[in-house]
């Protein structure tokens, strides 16, 4: 009689595992590449990140920002892209996670969510009894700008506010143009918000090497160390969630046709509408380039690019004409352009470029902001809540994508 043997799975128990929240363009990716410098030589660490848009930009700026090659074996990175994994059913999450912790056997995970995320939802998720023997989890650690907060429109948002209440801990930076009572109040807001919050307010060393930008910030020592205590402290915030179930939003993909003389691409079929994609480190998504991909969720608009490696964009055009897109947010890629390989991280606050090692192909994804539509100010509160609905609408449908794509097709040299 023949006996099969079976494998016995891996459990994992009591892995470090840490939430690095912030809104839209508050610093994350900053944060997090610094902490990723602190990691013991002789550690295995992982890195999950979860991406709104389809393209899947920031594991690219974080793999290339790790230019020691023994260190990139120590430091495994994953991506979640295609939807906000608050969002959606907690399947990607789990398989995300399980696959790190299987494949990578890391000693201490790091989770960077989408800056459009409502944390509390993804906390509840990771308070779920599957995942409490699996990870420890540690201080949430929330990166939020100064600039940013002195606007009314981030302040008063409810997205913005939310990832503060959700903190153990709350990193401020970019707040140097801020007054002593500017600071203040900022400080003040935050305690009416998270009494129990633990505020660090980074010390920012200004570096203008290899960037186009001198808002580039690396921390200080002293916050580096601060913040490092913080990934041993566990998080009072998640300690008191429940698990939720959340609902999954809709995508499409559109074909992009490249300028007159380019390789043609044939057109895309939509992957399926409902999935998140995990992305391997290595892996790239089988579908002919040149295309571009646009799509709606909630009170933004989100586009991207992705163009074969040998395509070379003008650098002065492309930044040019990416600061004429109406209302954005937030624009970010890897592009190879006239300047080389280029690192593009830009927010209404802060434009920085800065040089990369070739990547397999070019990648740009902007979202602009559909709710920043002037109103009459005569129209009553009904009236100005349908026509500010109308006006998204129209705002999203207005948009000429093919013109859009013509116009950066003809950036290519």
């Not at 700026?61 to 059913?89: F, M, P, W, Y």
């Not at 990166?143 to 959700?166: C, E, I, M, P, T």
């Amino acid at each position: 009689m023949m006996s099969i043997s079976v494998k016995n799975p891996t459990i994992f128990q009591n892995i470090p595992c840490t939430l690095v929240t912030g809104f839209l363009g508050a610093g994350k990716t900053t944060v997090i590449n610094q902490l990723l410098a602190t990691k013991p030589a002789d550690e295995r660490w992982a890195l999950l990140i979860n991406e709104f848009g389809r393209i899947g930009i920031d594991g690219a700026l974080l793999a290339s920002s790790q230019d020691n090659s023994s260190e990139q074996k120590n430091i495994a990175i994953r991506e979640v892209s295609g939807g906000c994994i608050c969002c959606t059913s907690q399947l990607p999450l789990q398989i995300a996670i399980s696959r790190l912790l299987s494949e990578h056997h890391p000693q201490r995970l790091l989770i960077e969510p989408t800056g459009l995320a409502h944390p509390r939802e993804l906390i509840m998720q990771l308070s779920a009894p599957h995942w409490q023997t699996a990870l420890k989890m540690q201080a949430v650690i929330t990166v939020l700008s100064g600039a940013q907060w002195q606007q009314d429109k981030y302040r008063n948002h409810d997205g913005f506010q939310a990832h503060v209440r959700d903190a153990d801990v709350l990193v401020i930076n970019r707040y140097i143009q801020l007054s002593d009572s500017e600071k203040q109040a900022l400080q003040a807001w935050v305690i009416t918000l998270n009494p129990q919050v633990n505020i660090i307010w980074t010390v920012s060393e200004q570096v203008s090497h290899d960037t186009s930008d001198s808002s580039n910030i690396h921390l200080s020592k002293s916050s580096l160390s601060e913040l490092g205590i913080q990934l041993t402290k566990p998080s009072q915030t998640i300690s008191k969630q429940r698990t939720i179930n959340i609902a999954r939003p809709n995508k499409s993909v559109i074909g992009l046709q490249p300028r007159v003389g380019a390789i043609s691409a044939a057109s895309l079929s939509s992957p399926s509408s409902n999935a998140l994609v995990d992305n391997d480190d290595e892996t790239i998504t089988d579908t002919e380039q040149p295309y571009r991909y646009h799509e709606t969720q909630q009170d933004i608009l989100l586009a991207g690019w992705r163009l074969p490696a040998h395509y070379v964009l003008k650098a002065d055009e492309l930044q040019s004409w990416l600061l004429r897109l109406p209302s954005w947010q937030r624009i970010k890629g890897v592009v190879h352009t006239s300047d080389g390989w280029l690192q593009i991280n830009f927010t209404p606050d802060s434009l920085t470029t800065s040089t990369v090692s070739p990547q397999v192909d070019s990648r740009l994804e902007i979202i602009l902001q559909l709710d920043e539509v002037s109103h009459d100010d005569n129209d009553s509160a009904v009236e100005s809540d349908c026509s500010e609905e109308k006006d998204k609408t129209a705002l999203s449908s207005s948009i000429d994508w093919e013109a859009y794509d013509t116009e950066l097709m003809a950036l290519v040299l």
